[in-house]
């Protein structure tokens, strides 16, 4: 806005211009959740499943995000390829918890429970039943690179023993899932160690 003021005593009295210039407020920003960082990381779990859903061929190294560099708490998302949420970031430890993009080091993408044969107990009656394990694979990924810097299988525990006498229904025993503490002991010693 632009105002100006003519004001003289004389004829010879300059012209007194006055400018008004409303301040420049700038927008508060919305704060950057939880939620927007995990987004912008996804494109780190897009790699392919190689057939096993154990190995992932490429992932999208992440403009803004940080170095997996020094020491301290490297702070980490964990998704599920193609970059979906996971109810196992939600159980991390507050202080792994990046901030906003730019401290975010680590991306977890943790893979498709598999279930895997370990047994099959044959009876006399020709019937069998199958024992399952469960496992799951997680790749840690660099977020600024792209790059892989660890990768592990987990293993849930093997179900009960087959017994000498079953109910003919029974066709598989199962072992519990892996479960979340499994997995967060392996990713607390990269959190915390120095690369």
């Not at 939880?34 to 779990?45: E, G, N, T």
């Not at 987990?154 to 199962?174: D, H, I, Q």
């Amino acid at each position: 806005m632009l105002f100006l003021s003519c004001c003289s005593a004389s004829p010879f009295s300059p012209a007194l211009l006055h400018l008004r210039v409303p301040h420049l407020v700038k927008a508060p920003q919305s704060p950057v959740t939880l939620d927007h960082v995990r987004l912008i990381l996804a494109p780190a779990c897009l790699g392919r499943d190689e057939g096993g859903g154990e190995i992932w061929t490429e992932a999208t190294p992440i403009e803004g995000a940080a170095a997996y560099a020094g020491s301290g708490i490297h702070p980490i998302v964990i998704l599920h390829p193609p970059g979906e949420h996971s109810s196992w970031d939600d159980r991390i430890n507050d202080e792994w918890r990046p901030l906003n993009l730019e401290n975010a080091q680590l991306v977890a993408c943790v893979g498709p429970i598999k279930k895997e044969a370990i047994e099959l107990c044959e009876f006399l009656s020709g019937s069998g039943i199958t024992r399952y394990r469960f496992r799951i694979a997680v790749r840690l990924i660099g977020a600024s690179t792209g790059s892989t810097l660890a990768y592990q299988t987990f293993y849930g525990a093997p179900p009960r023993a087959c017994k000498v006498s079953e109910p003919m229904n029974l066709g598989e025993l199962t072992g519990p899932e892996v479960g979340y503490l499994q997995v967060a002991g392996w990713l607390e010693g990269i959190v915390k160690e120095k690369p």
